[in-house]
């Protein structure tokens, strides 16, 4: 059985942070492109960040970029987003999800995910 389960998530004032985890099991981990994707209330979904299977390489939205960084630990199937000065608009559900291809220069786009996690709420409020 497939399962990516997020954790870390929480309430945090302006400024604050937060690390978010995702453990996998149930697939080749190591071999999975892996993204960090958040939802807010009444807004679509959107990609945070992303990691090549060996760590490598990395991308972020540029409403993150300085502030969040996306690590990997394929030994131990885990997925990390280290998320520094925290602002109100990061307030959002915040998925972690598994793609088989790695695009070049970008994240790849959201239907390329065959794996999520069921999320972690990360509210950034004074």
């Known amino acids: 059985e497939v399962q990516l389960v997020e954790s870390g998530g929480g309430l945090v004032q302006p400024g604050g942070s937060l690390r978010l985890s995702c453990a996998a099991s149930g697939f080749a981990f190591s071999l999975s492109v892996m993204s960090w994707v958040r939802q807010a209330p009444g807004r679509e979904r959107e990609g945070v960040s992303c990691i090549n299977w060996s760590g490598g390489t990395t991308y972020y939205t540029d409403s993150v970029k300085g502030r969040f960084t996306i690590s990997r630990d394929n030994a131990k199937k885990s997925l990390y987003l280290q998320m520094n000065s925290l602002k109100p608009v990061d307030t959002a559900m915040y998925y972690c999800?598994?793609?088989?291809?790695?695009?070049?220069?970008?994240?790849?786009?959201?239907?390329?995910?065959?794996?999520w996690g069921q999320g972690t709420q990360v509210t950034v409020s004074s």
């Open positions: 999800a598994a793609a088989p291809i790695w695009y070049s220069g970008a994240c790849p786009p959201q239907y390329e995910y065959n794996y």
